[in-house]
């Protein structure tokens, strides 16, 4: 049988790959082999820090929420705690909205809390 090199099908894999560097300095965006190790290495980062990212937001919020509890009298726990007990079913995306840009209703929030822990 004669021999095929498959010229087509590695062109179109290093250019595939080529694309994916576009933007990185020196060799890494053009040199085949550095680019792969390169690419490689942004895919594990990306994969990695979409789950980092929902960590990294939860403390955020738990921050805010916090803190805002804190000028109302209440720790975080306690707050949450309360909020459970009164059922109200806010996540904390929202309480951490509600903190920073409406004040008024995050402090009723935290009056109702109150109530349930006494």
């Known amino acids: ?7 087509v099908k590695t062109r179109r894999r290093h250019k595939k790959l080529l694309k994916l560097a576009k933007g990185y ?10 680019a792969k190790e ?7 980062y990306a994969y990695r820090d979409r ?25 975080y726990s306690k707050f949450m705690g309360g909020l ?8 904390r995306k929202v309480l951490a909205y509600l903190a920073v840009n409406e ?5 009723k929030l935290v009056e109702m809390a109150k109530t349930k822990l006494h």
């Open 84 to 91: 459970k007990k009164a059922g109200v079913e806010l996540d």
């Open 1 to 7: 049988m004669p021999r095929t090199k498959g010229g």
């Open 51 to 75: 789950r980092a990212k929902k960590r990294d937001f939860r403390k955020l919020w738990q921050i805010r929420i916090n803190a805002s509890a804190r000028l109302h009298g209440l720790n």
């Open 103 to 107: 004040p008024e209703a995050f402090g």
């Open 25 to 34: 300095w020196g060799q890494r965006k053009n040199i085949f082999r550095r």
């Open 38 to 44: 390169t690419v490689e290495r942004a895919l594990v």
